[in-house]
């Protein structure tokens, strides 16, 4: 029976790494039916598992997390400690991926880290790791998460999770803009993923090239061409989280040399996706830059006509955070236009969701909005007093 596990997630990996999603599918759905008729758990939750990945690729975010939740079950109810790690970081995955999710991904990351750990099982532990320094809000910390999965990588003789470690120290270096030590982390690990014939990993990593390429008004139209490239495969792949991330990053290249004409496009096309495959979660994110975008226009009205759709998706799809993060860029929008009695409503809900989150940072910054905004009230006041006309409404 060993060797039947060892072959069914021997083949799920290279499949995942060749783009063969479809055929995760097809195949883990005949492992299903068979474990479930022997009675077999092992190769039951394994199935569930390819399931997950493979649907989570394919932009089936619903069917992915229902896959999993029942892998869960089913490592908790059977004792095992690996297929729950395995799990757990698939369902943090999912919730990252899928729906826009950190902070419980976090959570999941932060559990496999521990039940891993735990366990003396280095591979899983530097696989959760990767997820915990992916989603980290601060480079240092992925560095820091980067430097001891690449560490575990060394010792486990694992190229595959080296390429994707040195990504993910590149990418921490591209966040600092340190674009000479990003570019000599992504040639290794492109190298590395080449090695092991990581066709989507490799794709990834030619698309972070382009976004380094990009930085140099001498090397930006092959930046682009590189990041076109990466988009094309993750398309050819059907892999929606790639290809939606890839038009991201195009879009936010065009807006970096104020081409808004050109960022447009991308933010369209991700719009375009997210109805596409009938994803909330990511309209939402989308119609969240479509407000920023109307900002850099000067079109205030339109930027709050945006923000408030993406509140009232961020709220369809609980997704408390977002919800205040989008409420204060419409308080910040009331506030540019002197409307301080809407900011101050926009701030107050913002800060009431961190409470609730128990985010003390962001509600910290919200308070202080709301207090300026007082302070510009009554500044404004004067100077209509003193028969002077603030600009904005």
Not at 3 to 31: A, Q
Not at 119 to 127: I, S, V
Not at 263 to 269: I, L, P, S, T, V
Not at 378 to 391: D, E, K, S, V, Y
Request: glycine letters at 6%.
């Amino acid at each position: 029976m060993p060797t039947k596990i060892d072959s069914l997630r021997y083949d799920i990996k290279e499949l995942m790494k060749s783009g063969g999603f479809n055929e995760i599918v097809d195949r883990c759905h005949v492992e299903l039916t068979l474990a479930r008729r022997e009675n077999n758990h092992s190769v039951e939750i394994i199935a569930l598992l390819g399931l997950a990945q493979a649907q989570c690729s394919l932009g089936h975010f619903d069917f992915a997390r229902d896959y999993v939740n029942q892998a869960i079950d089913g490592g908790r109810a059977i004792g095992s400690t690996s297929l729950m790690t395995d799990a757990l970081n698939i369902r943090a995955r999912i919730a990252r991926e899928g729906y826009l999710q950190t902070p419980e991904a976090f959570d999941d990351y932060r559990k496999g880290v521990d039940y891993a750990f735990e366990a003396g099982d280095m591979w899983r532990y530097g696989q959760s790791l990767l997820g915990l320094g992916e989603i980290a809000s601060d480079p240092d910390d992925s560095s820091k998460h980067a430097w001891k999965v690449i560490d575990v990588a060394r010792e486990l003789n694992d190229d595959q999770m080296e390429a994707r470690a040195i990504l993910l120290l590149s990418n921490a270096f591209i966040r600092k803009e340190d674009y000479s030590k990003a570019n000599d982390g992504l040639l290794v690990a492109l190298r590395k993923a080449q090695s092991v014939k990581d066709r989507l990993l490799e794709s990834v990593i030619i698309g972070q090239q382009g976004l380094v390429l990009a930085q140099d008004s001498d090397s930006f139209e092959r930046g682009i061409q590189q990041q076109l490239t990466a988009l094309e495969v993750a398309r050819g792949m059907e892999a929606v989280f790639h290809e939606f991330m890839r038009l991201y990053t195009l879009a936010m290249t065009m807006l970096a040399v104020k081409d808004l004409s050109g960022a447009r496009n991308y933010f369209d096309q991700m719009l375009a996706l997210s109805q596409d495959i009938q994803h909330p979660p990511y309209e939402m994110y989308t119609l969240g830059l479509l407000g920023q975008w109307q900002e850099l226009r000067n079109q205030p009205d339109s930027a709050i006509a945006y923000y408030q759709r993406a509140v009232e998706m961020a709220r369809t799809v609980s997704n408390p955070a977002s919800e205040a993060r989008y409420l204060y860029a419409l308080g910040s929008v009331f506030q540019s236009q002197w409307d301080f009695e809407s900011a101050r409503r926009n701030f107050k809900e913002a800060r009431a969701i961190y409470l609730a989150l128990d985010d003390g940072r962001n509600a910290t910054r919200v308070r202080a909005s709301i207090v300026y905004t007082y302070l510009l009230a009554f500044a404004t006041g004067i100077m209509r007093l003193l028969g002077m006309q603030p600009t904005g409404k």
